[in-house]
């Protein structure tokens, strides 16, 4: 797979860290951020790359050169008038005639691209786009796709919104060559509004959502943040070729407060220290998944978009407090008849329905999860016979059963961090 690799644009949001550079050369742990990019690219056998560069484009060109010293070939395309942040693949149309991999070149990442350019080709899409929750998400863009993963909805950061899942564009995309559709002549272009937001009506835009390291350095703060995670080994660690280790979170009672069933969305409302335990979690490298029984969908009292909207509303509520959680598993099923309204197709013995772990192994196949590192957090006996009987470890919240016990998730985050 051919990579394009954006290099332009200037570092100036970090200007404090490195000003005469072009962004992609700003230096972490040692080498350029677009060193890095390349160093992952290579270890998965993807060496053919094109930079473009633009602006201070020389020093990229002096450090790279025909990228041989660093075990992979390097062609440049120099923007001498910017073309935003797709105009010079105009350059590359008789070129590319296979999906090829477009990276912005000032993100640390590790990804698995042979797991992403998979789900790519079996979703047919024109492009694929790398989603992801961050700890910022009202300030940023976010992505809608339904269950098939096709984009429904692309909202930048001044458009409107109340409730909304936590999935944000990354920055990593691929493009199949009918992309070069709109390529015609050499002119700005700007990838996000002129190429990938015209895909959705066609329904031609697909998200890929990946819990993997993937960050921009914006602020100091985050480049102070990506520094550290290089160095503890956290940003490879989270590649999903690798074993992954997750905590499973109850929702009723220990993410939001318990009151009962819930079939109304105003009933939604965050225990104290939930947002704050699940940060933790999420700078950690744990993957923090929610698993839930919603068996209101069998019973006919709510129906899944409704338990999907109080889904986005917990992931709006976190990510206003600088948390997320990396994906949510929900049982709909239920196996007592005799309720009005109910779903008759619902109501089975289904694998998933806690105390089974049915929704922990779907996680665990989903994201290569290793269940023996892993903990389940719930205030039920059902939690913890789930958690046991997928192997994890249990921690149940307030009670005093036979299992470790803490009285909150907050406390009970603390206590996993502190195993090492
Ligand atoms: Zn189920």
Known sequence: MHVVIMAGGKGTRIASVASDIPKPMIPVCGKPILEHEIECLKAQGLTEITLIVGHLGHIITEHFKDGSAFGVKIDYIVEDTPLGTAGALVYLKERITEDFLLLNGDIIFDVDFHRFL????????????LTHPNNHPYDSGVIMADKDGVVTRWLHKEDERTYYKNRVNAGIHILSPEVFRFFDEVKKVDLDREILKVLIPERKLIAYDSPEYIKDMGTPERYQMVIRDIESGLVRAKNLSQKQKAV???????????????CNINEIELIDGVAEAIAKLN??????????????????????????????????LLGEKGAFVDDIFYCPHHTDKGFEGERPELKFDCDCRKPKPGMLIQAAEKYNIDLSQSYMIGDGMNDVEAGRRAGCTSILLGGNADVICRQNLLEAVDYILNQK
């Open 118 to 129: 998979q789900y790519h080709k079996e979703h047919g899409g024109v492009a694929t786009i």
């Open 283 to 316: 700078e950690s490298g744990y993957l923090a998944i929610i698993v839930t029984n919603q068996p209101v969908i069998a019973r006919g009292e709510c129906t899944f978009e409704e338990v999907e909207q109080m889904h986005e509303k917990i992931e709006t």
């Open 248 to 262: 499973f979170l109850d929702r009723d009672g220990t993410i939001n407060v318990y009151k009962g069933f819930i």
